[in-house]
């Protein structure tokens, strides 16, 4: 039964997400709001947002750990996928590439662009 709601609540949190950032997104186009500061604001806000109601929640239940874990394990999933997903798309410089008094060769980190080897 526990994943039952489980399940329920993740596809409720999903399809809520997805119908805020939609209907945000439609009243901000009807007054003129250009795509760029919608894509800023409505849709990251959107993207926020049930993490925001969670950690109110949980606090407000007495469980203040989770809120601040919730908190840093967003900023760290954020950080690391958009480092990786940079990664991806061109190189970055290894730590080699950093430090010339390491030994050994430079190894670009991800991407397929122009290597600094």
Avoid: H, Q
């Avoid at 997400?17 to 997104?25: E, F, H, P, R, S």
């Avoid at 409505?42 to 950690?55: A, C, Q």
């Avoid at 394990?73 to 061109?90: D, E, K, M």
């Amino acid at each position: 039964m526990i994943y039952i709601f489980l399940l329920l609540g993740f596809v409720l949190l999903i399809k809520g997400a997805d119908w805020l950032v939609k209907g945000a997104t439609a009243v901000a186009s009807r007054f003129g709001v250009s795509d760029l500061i919608i894509g800023l604001t409505i849709v990251s806000m959107g993207t926020s947002l049930p993490e925001l109601i969670i950690s109110i929640i949980a606090s407000a239940k007495g469980s203040s750990g989770l809120a601040i874990g919730n908190v840093l394990g967003s900023n760290i999933a954020n950080i690391l996928l958009i480092l990786g997903v940079t990664a991806i798309i061109c190189d970055l410089p290894g730590l080699c590439c950093m430090n010339p008094s390491l030994p050994g060769p430079c190894y670009p980190i991800g991407g397929s662009g122009p290597t600094l080897a």
